[in-house]
Structure formats: C-alpha cells, structure tokens
C-alpha cells in the first residue's frame, strides 16, 4: 500500500462500502507515524523525525498529553469544573459532543448551566440532530456551554451535542466521554494538528501514552 511516498507492507484493510469516500486512514496508519493535518491549507503531510521534531519544540505549539491504548487519542477536556479524561480527538469531525457516560456524570450541571440552543443557523437550525458511524447512529441535543478548554487553549459559548435517547434500530453506545472535532475550533487554533502515534514524542512508546500537538 503507498501513501504519497510512504510504502507501507503487511496492511490490514477492511472493505465496507462509503456514500463519499474512497476509504478512512485510522490507527493502524498513524500508529508510528508523525502526521500534519493542516485544515487551513487542505494537506496532510507524514512527516520525518527530524521535521516532526521541530514542530513539537516549537513555543507557538502546545502538546496535549493523550492515550492511545484503545486505538483512538483520548485526551482530557473539561467544561468548567465537569472534565473528562476520555474525550477522543476525531480529526475528521466537525462535532463537540458529550456522550453518556460523562452526561450521567454531571447530570445536574448539565441541566442547571447548560442552556438549551441548536445547530446550524436560519431556516436550517435545528435542536436535535443524528450522528452515523460505521457502527450505528447516535443522537444528541444541542446545549450551549460558556467554556471549553482543551490543555491551555479556551473557548467560549460553544455549541455542544448532549447523547439523547435514541429509538433506532442501530443505535449505539459509546463508551467515552465524548468527541472533539477540531474541524469545529480549527480557526482558533491556527488551523492545524499534530499527531505523534508510536513516535518518541509525549509518552512511552511501551504503553502507547502518545501526544497530539495542537497550535494555539
């Protein structure tokens, strides 16, 4: 399997069908890898060692501590005092959502501070919307939150999605705090991520505790 130049032997692929993708990259590619996904300018770069290296020391840019031990980078976020140390960093989302296990968490604080709101704008907002994974469908309702922080970065009076009960037939649960899209920030955040899988950079390599460098 090639990726620009990058040959990659032995691969593990497994076929299902997609409306509008030729395929995902997920975690057997970044495992080991150095990767730039630059939203601003639309490129993905694999990166060498050296390279990567220099955009990890680099003062503008802040390492967010995450762990990969379960194949996706979870990392800790908090609104207000209600944070949680499982939130995955999906760079292909456009979403902030909470999901039960933190909403049971902080129940009270969810429905005393967090004010009702919606997605989308106009004729198009709506207050309630379904999210489809390749495993099933979740549903969520839009809350605003006066603040977010992921490590040292803040943001305020966001749109969050809360997990709703869900009727359909491929519902699903899962089992983390919730979903970060940075697709949703990336403007605050100068556009960019980094993320260091299997690499030197963050943690031990032995636990897979890596580090996601996002620009701040």
């Known amino acids: 399997m090639t990726i ?14 997609f409306a509008d993708l030729d395929g995902i990259l ?6 080991g890898h150095v990767v730039h996904v630059d939203y601003a300018a639309q490129r993905v770069e694999v990166m060498t060692p050296d390279a990567a290296r220099s955009v990890f020391a680099d003062s503008r840019n802040t390492v967010v501590p995450a762990s990969f031990d379960e194949g ?18 999906d760079t292909g989302s456009q979403s902030l959502y909470v ?5 049971l968490r902080y129940a009270h604080e969810i429905a005393t501070r967090w004010t009702p709101s919606s997605f989308g704008s106009g004729t198009r907002s709506h207050a309630v ?5 390749l495993e099933g469908s979740v549903v969520v309702g839009a809350r605003q939150v006066s603040s ?11 749109t969050v999605g809360v997990q709703l009960g869900n009727a359909r037939s491929d ?12 697709t949703r920030w990336r403007c605050s955040t100068g556009g960019s991520t980094t993320t260091a ?20």
């Not at 620009?4 to 069908?17: F, K, W």
């Not at 519902?171 to 940075?182: E, L």
């Not at 899988?197 to 460098?213: F, I, L, N």
């Open 4 to 17: 620009g130049p990058l040959a990659l032997s032995n691969v593990s692929a497994l076929v299902t069908p």
């Open 26 to 31: 997920g975690y057997d590619f970044f495992l």
């Open 72 to 89: 996706i980078p979870l990392v800790h976020a908090a609104f207000g005092s209600a944070s949680g140390d499982r939130f995955a960093l």
């Open 99 to 103: 999901f039960e296990p933190f909403e």
């Open 129 to 133: 919307e379904e999210e489809n994974y």
């Open 148 to 158: 977010f922080q992921l490590g040292p970065a803040v943001f305020k009076n966001l």
């Open 171 to 182: 519902a699903i649960d899962i089992p983390i705090d919730g979903i970060i899209g940075p």
């Open 197 to 216: 899988g299997g690499s030197p950079y963050g943690g031990t390599t032995a636990s897979r505790r890596e580090a996601a460098g996002v620009r701040v």
